[in-house]
């Protein structure tokens, strides 16, 4: 059966459940804590999702759409590939900003929430080698192994959206992208007027 487009209302409910999600996570909030907090009854939850496991599935699936729908936005203004990793990266960063150390857990503890975030992740592998592939398409970037170098992004971005690198290093979400890109587009770029770094000069 195809889920029906939300009301305004259930819309509504739904950015406001995922502003507490973000902020303090799901595995330990009932429905009763959810309906107190949002002044609704059960009932209007039920009609979201049967159970609170599903409310929580639908809730982060919301997350990851609304996020990826914003993210293609931005990459979209761009002008080259390179800065269309650029912004696809920072809008990760921006998108990840609210989310707490609880509820990164809580996605990864909750089976449902944390298949969901794998494919995310692996989406995001396969969108930055499209990225890579573009660029060197278009003579800015060195021919490079482009599979290998977005699966190394992609374990990149998952230890960053797990919170590993923030726990190892201190840095912030946005610290970590804004590095991966620089480690990106310095790494696989041709250079000045298109010159590989890695040919050596005429003559020499």
């Not at 990851?64 to 650029?86: N, P, Q």
């Not at 990760?92 to 992740?121: I, K, W």
């Not at 573009?134 to 490079?144: C, M, N, S």
């Amino acid at each position: 059966m195809t889920r029906r487009n939300p009301t305004a209302r259930q819309a509504a409910l739904l950015e406001e459940l995922l502003g507490i999600f973000l902020a303090e996570g799901f595995a330990d909030v009932t429905l009763d804590d959810f309906a107190g907090r949002l002044r609704c009854s059960k009932s209007t939850l039920y009609a979201l999702a049967p159970s609170k496991e599903q409310l929580s599935a639908r809730v982060v699936g919301h997350f990851f759409r609304g996020a990826t729908e914003r993210i293609e936005k931005r990459v979209a203004l761009a002008v080259d590939a390179r800065d269309r990793i650029a912004r696809y990266l920072d809008g990760c960063a921006t998108e990840l900003g609210p989310a707490s150390p609880r509820f990164v857990a809580d996605v990864s503890a909750f089976a449902p929430t944390r298949a969901m975030y794998q494919r995310n992740a692996k989406a995001a592998a396969a969108r930055i080698r499209g990225l890579i592939l573009d660029g060197v398409a278009e003579g800015l970037f060195r021919d490079v192994h482009a599979h290998l170098v977005a699966e190394m992004a992609g374990w990149l971005i998952e230890g960053i959206q797990q919170g590993v690198l923030a726990e190892r290093t201190g840095e912030s979400d946005g610290v970590a992208f804004a590095a991966l890109a620089d480690l990106l587009l310095v790494g696989i770029n041709r250079g000045p007027g298109g010159i590989d770094p890695a040919e050596p000069a005429a003559g020499l």
